[in-house]
């Protein structure tokens, strides 16, 4: 982290676009591990907090997803993962897939740093997936975000 004009401390906010722009000291499992870990009690599965890393940096068609990861001292505090959908229109062509940020470092205003930061980043429409009584929805709502659809998975 630094410091700003305010004496505030400000992350240092690295963007990567393919597995070859990770910051030193953090790769594709250790970014999954940090963000199953500061995720909870809404994570996802280690493996498919990889897959979707990995998805987010490397599908074919759909080039333009990104990483924002926000490091203190080589270690991630804050990181998010947008994938492109491929789509427009009908389906927004980015999806907020993850966002979190270490228990230490909330109620910081990183999440809503690295979230301001995605929407410049990302071209096009934005969604996400929230679960109603994740304190985040809150965040999302303050930023833009709108609940238009109720989502509705048939799981096989």
């Not at 401390?9 to 963007?15: A, K, L, Y």
């Not at 870990?37 to 996802?44: C, G, R």
């Not at 998805?55 to 990483?67: Q, S, V």
């Amino acid at each position: 982290m630094r410091q700003d004009s305010n004496h505030s401390r400000v992350p240092d906010i690295r963007v990567v676009r393919s597995l070859e722009e990770f910051p030193p000291g953090i790769n594709v499992a250790g970014l999954a591990k940090f963000l199953h870990h500061a995720l909870k009690p809404f994570e996802d599965s280690l493996e498919d907090i990889e897959r979707g890393i990995m998805d987010c940096l490397t599908a074919k068609g759909r080039r333009g997803g990104f990483l924002l990861i926000a490091r203190s001292r080589r270690k991630p505090v804050a990181a998010l993962v947008m994938q492109r959908t491929g789509m427009q229109g009908y389906v927004p062509e980015n999806l907020l897939l993850f966002v979190a940020v270490a228990p230490e470092q909330r109620n910081r205003g990183l999440g809503r740093l690295l979230v301001e930061r995605a929407v410049q980043e990302a071209r096009g429409d934005i969604k996400l997936h929230v679960e109603y009584d994740n304190p985040a929805r809150r965040l999302y709502e303050r930023l833009g975000f709108t609940s238009k659809y109720a989502e509705m998975r048939y799981v096989k």
